[in-house]
C-alpha cells in the first residue's frame, strides 16, 4: 500500500477552480452539497435547474443563482452533472450537448454513464470525476464542521491537459482536501462503487438488519429489543470500525461479544455469501446490471416501487419510526430536511 498518495489542501491549487464558471446540475443530495460548500469556499457557481420547480426554490432560498440547464451549461467552464444516474443520459443528449463548447470540462460524481457509455462525449471535452464517498448531505454537514469527506478523482479525457488539476481543485472546495482525495479511474469507481453498495453498506447491511430482526421476531422477542439489538447499535459499533477498524471495535466490546463475533460471525457470512458477491460483480462488469437498471428506470420503474413500498412497510421500519420519534436522539436537528435540502 505504500504507492497509496492521498491529496490533502496543501498539495493542491485551490485558487485554480475559482477562476472558473461552475455550473452544477441538479439540487438534490450532491447538488445540495456540493454547491453549497463551493460557494462557502468563494467559487463562482450557478445552479442548472428546471425553472420553478422543487429543487429550483430550494436554491433560491439559499441564496444561489439558478438558470434553465441549457443556459447554465452555455454559461459556464465546468459543468458538474449531479442529477440521478439514470436521467442523465437522456438530460445529457436533449439539453447539455447541444449547449457545450470546446474545451469545457464535464463532471460527473459517479462514473456510470460514462464507463457503460450512456454517455460518449465529444473529444474535445474534458471529462473528468469528484466522487465523494458519503452522501450529499454529509458533504454540506462535514464542511459545516470544518472537516471534510473524502474523495476520489478520475480523468477520462483530458483535451486542454489540465483535468487533474482541475479535479482536485474542485474537491479542495467541496471540503475534500481536508480528508484525503485518491485519484482512480472512471472503471475502477464504477464497478467499486456499485459493488460497495450492492453486496455490502447498503444491500448486505439492509439485509442482514432485517433477517436479524425477522429471526428475533420470528422467534418471539420483543421488536423493540429487536431493532436495538439489531439496527440502532449498527451505527454505534460503525462508528468505532470507522476510526480504529475492527481491532478498536473488539478492543471495546466484550470478551464475549468478541468471540461470538470471531466464531458465528463467517457462519453468517460465509462461502454461500462470497460466492453471491462473485455473482454480483460479474453482473456489474459484463454491463448487465447497468442495463437491467436503466431499463428498469426507463420503461417506469413499476418493479423499483413495489420494492420501495415492500421495504417500507417493513416492520423494522415502522417499529423505528416509533422509537426514533420517544427518544431524545430523534429529536435533535437532523442532517436531512426533507423541505430544505
Ligand atoms: P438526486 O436524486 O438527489 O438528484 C435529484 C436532483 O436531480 C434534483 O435537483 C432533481 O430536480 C434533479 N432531476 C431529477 N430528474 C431530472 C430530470 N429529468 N431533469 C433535470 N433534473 C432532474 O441525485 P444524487 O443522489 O445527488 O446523485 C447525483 C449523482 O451523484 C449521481 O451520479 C450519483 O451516482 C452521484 N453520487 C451520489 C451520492 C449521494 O450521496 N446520493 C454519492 C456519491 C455519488
Ligand atoms: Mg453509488
Ligand atoms: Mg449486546
Request: some cysteine; hydrophobic content about 35%; overall charge negative.
Amino acid at each position: 500500500m505504500s504507492d497509496l498518495k492521498i491529496y490533502l489542501d496543501k498539495d493542491i491549487n485551490q485558487d485554480l477552480i475559482k477562476t472558473k464558471k461552475i455550473a452544477v446540475i441538479g439540487f438534490g443530495s450532491q447538488g445540495y452539497g456540493q454547491s453549497m460548500n463551493l460557494k462557502d469556499s468563494g467559487c463562482n457557481v450557478v445552479l442548472g435547474l428546471r425553472q420553478g420547480g422543487v429543487s429550483d426554490k430550494k436554491a433560491k432560498n439559499y441564496g444561489f443563482k439558478t438558470m434553465s440547464i441549457e443556459d447554465a451549461v452555455k454559461w459556464a467552464d465546468v459543468v458538474q452533472v449531479l442529477i440521478p444516474d439514470e436521467v442523465q443520459s437522456d438530460v445529457y443528449e436533449k439539453q447539455i450537448k447541444p449547449n457545450m463548447h470546446s474545451g469545457q470540462y464535464l463532471m460527473f460524481a459517479h462514473g456510470f454513464n460514462i464507463h457503460f457509455k450512456k454517455i460518449v462525449p465529444a473529444e474535445d471535452i474534458n471529462v473528468i470525476m469528484v466522487a465523494p464517498k458519503g452522501p450529499g448531505h454529509t458533504v454540506r454537514s462535514q464542511y459545516s464542521e470544518g472537516k471534510g469527506v473524502p474523495s476520489l478523482i478520475a480523468v477520462y479525457q483530458n483535451p486542454n491537459g489540465d483535468g487533474k488539476e482541475i479535479a482536485l481543485s474542485y474537491a479542495s472546495a467541496i471540503g475534500a482536501g481536508r480528508a484525503g482525495i485518491i485519484e482512480t479511474t472512471f472503471a475502477e469507481e464504477t464497478e467499486t462503487d456499485l459493488f460497495g453498495e450492492q453486496a455490502v453498506i447498503c444491500g448486505g447491511v439492509s439485509a442482514l438488519m432485517k433477517a436479524g430482526f425477522e429471526v428475533l421476531t420470528e422467534a418471539g422477542y420483543s421488536p423493540y429489543m429487536a431493532y436495538f439489538e439489531v439496527l440502532h447499535e449498527m451505527k454505534l459499533i460503525i462508528d468505532l470500525v470507522n476510526q480504529g477498524g475492527l481491532a478498536d471495535m473488539r478492543y471495546s466490546i466484550s470478551n464475549t461479544a468478541e468471540y461470538g463475533d470471531m466464531t458465528r460471525g463467517p457462519k453468517v457470512i460465509g462461502e454461500a455469501s462470497k460466492n453471491a458477491m462473485k455473482e454480483i460483480l460479474k453482473d456489474i462488469r459484463s454491463g448487465e446490471f447497468a442495463d437491467e437498471f436503466t431499463n428498469e428506470m426507463q420503461s417506469g420503474h413499476k418493479y423499483f416501487d413495489k420494492l420501495r413500498e415492500e421495504n417500507r412497510n417493513h416492520p423494522i421500519e415502522k417499529i423505528g419510526e416509533e422509537i426514533r420519534s420517544s427518544f431524545v436522539w430523534g429529536r435533535r436537528e437532523n442532517i436531512i430536511n426533507r423541505e430544505k435540502n
